[in-house]
Every structure is written in C-alpha cells, then in structure tokens.
C-alpha cells in the first residue's frame, strides 16, 4: 500500500477546493524558480488518460537531475478554453497541471535555447475517450452522476453513442491535439516522421528538443527500453501503475461499459481511418479495435 499518497487523497477530500487551488499555485510557482538552461526539465505532455500517470512516478523515480511535470495543455487559446471549462464547474476541483501548465507556457517562451526532453503518449481514440469519461463525469455529463458519486450507467452508454456517433475528425480532441498543442508549441510535426509500428515508441531530435513517443498499448513492452535510450540511463526503469482506471473507485462500472458498450461498425472504421490512427497503429490493429468495439462481447473478458 502506498500510505504516502493515500494520505494525500485524504487530505485532499477533506480540504476544499479554493484552499488546494491555492496550493496547487504556490507548487506552480516554484517552476519559476528553476534554472531550465542548466538543469532541462522533463515534461510528460500528452493528452489526458493515456497512461501518463504511470509514466509520470516512473521518469520521476528514475531519479531526473531537472524537474519532471506532467501536463496536457501548453497552446494559450486550448489552455484558455479549458481552465474556463473548470471556473464554469464552480464545484469541480481545478487540476494541478492547469497551474503548472500556465507557468511552464512562460518558461517556454523565455528559455527557447533550453534542452527540452519530452515525453508523450498515443492511445486507441475510442478506449481513451471512455476511460476520460468515467475519469471527469462531471465535465462530459454532470446529469448523469448520482449524489453519491455513481453513474447511470445506462446514461452513461447512450451519452458515449452518441459521441462516437458524431464523431467530426476536425473537430475531435484526440486527432487534433497533436496539431493543436505538440506542433505549435514546439514547432514538431509528429505526422511528419513514419511511425515504427513494431517498435511501438519513437524517438524524435529537432535542434534542442528531444521527444520520445510511446504508444500505450504496448508500454509493458516497450518501456523499460525506450526510457533508457531516451535518458541515456545506466540501468531499467520498471514501469509503475498509477491512475488506472480499473483500480478506482468507478472501477466495476468502467468495466461493465467496456465489456458491453457496442458501437456501429462504420462509426468505428470512421474512427478508425483518420490520420491520427492510420499513423501510429498499423491496419491489422484498426481492424482488431474496430472489431473489438462493435462485436457483442458481454460474455468475454477484457
């Protein structure tokens, strides 16, 4: 049991939300205090429930010389939107990162020679917008959470095929983001280089930013290899869970939906022929996904 952060999530269930916002700015703060000319930062900066968690205590653990954070908004105008999204939800907790993120926006902009090293991570588009759901209910459907915290699942169902019904690859968070955050922020245009399907990650050098892609599907695999060629590390870093949905307390209820929330088979090839998933996930896996979420599987395990 890790009684460190049990005891956190205690405190922070007991404290109300202005009062951790304000210590969630002051950690903020210290960022400015940091030298990212001569001590480069590690950022872990991807889109959420992608399994960055998990990346996030691992990096950290590994014992970085710089700060690691963890974030998913760095463009202004995205990072605008969604701290209103929270302001608008006056009774939903402002997230760390937000913080973080609106002091790392300026550090960026005034250390341009610094030796950025960033991580990200991609994940099935329809898995990741599930796992997001039960992770904010109160963000995507605020109607559907009991006030004892439980989702009508059913609710739940109808809410999620319907958003994958309208899916607009224009307008779709997952397939844009890379667009919309990684290529104006710092100028890499992923879709650029040919990701290596087998390899599963893929390690990208322009001029003083280094980033390095995994693909979460196969972090188990790929891990421990990827980090230590991409830190230069002298010995593995095992990979430690952390924020997996399957654990929480909505546990049996995300389980239930992934087993048997059943999508139409064009909404999913829909989904599933867009450049962001042609790009890092081969045909043969589109079709297992697509298959996987459009076939009763109410009597099978996940």
């Not at 922070?12 to 969630?24: D, K, V």
């Not at 000319?37 to 010389?65: E, F």
């Not at 245009?189 to 280094?210: C, L």
Request: positive net charge; hydrophobic residues 35%.
């Amino acid at each position: 049991m890790n009684f460190g952060s049990n005891m956190k999530r205690t405190l922070a269930n007991l404290l109300p939300n202005p009062i951790i916002e304000c210590i969630f700015r002051i950690q903020a703060a210290g960022i400015h205090l940091e030298n990212f000319s001569q001590r480069p930062p590690i950022l872990i900066y991807q889109m959420g429930k992608v399994g960055s968690s998990s990346v996030y205590n691992s990096v950290k653990n590994a014992g970085s010389s710089g700060g690691v954070y963890q974030i998913h908004f760095l463009n202004k105008e995205n990072l605008e939107q969604i701290s209103k999204t929270y302001f608008d939800q006056s009774t939903t907790l402002t997230p760390k990162h937000i913080f973080f993120s609106r002091v790392l926006q300026k550090k960026i902009a005034s250390h341009p020679e610094a030796a950025w090293k960033i991580i990200t991570i991609v994940r099935d588009p329809i898995g990741r917008v599930i796992s997001d759901f039960f992770e904010n209910p109160g963000i995507h459907a605020r109607n559907l959470v009991g006030i004892d915290g439980r989702i009508d699942i059913d609710g739940a169902k109808a809410y999620l095929q319907k958003r994958f019904a309208d899916f607009r690859e224009s307008e779709d968070y997952v397939c844009n983001w890379f667009d919309r955050e990684m290529k104006p922020t710092f100028g890499i245009d992923v879709f650029a280089y040919d990701f290596p399907h087998s390899d599963g990650y893929q390690i990208i050098t322009e001029n003083t930013i280094s980033l390095l892609i995994l693909r979460m599907e196969d972090l188990s695999r790929t891990f421990e290899t990827a980090i230590m060629q991409f830190l230069h590390l002298p010995k593995a870093v095992s990979l430690s869970k952390a924020n997996v949905g399957d654990t929480k307390e909505y546990a049996t209820q995300y389980k239930g939906i992934q087993k048997t929330i059943l999508l139409p088979e064009n909404v999913c090839r829909r989904i599933y022929d867009t450049k962001y998933a042609k790009h890092f996930y081969d045909q043969t896996t589109r079709e297992q996904f697509t298959e996987k979420w459009s076939t009763n599987r109410s009597n099978t395990s996940i």
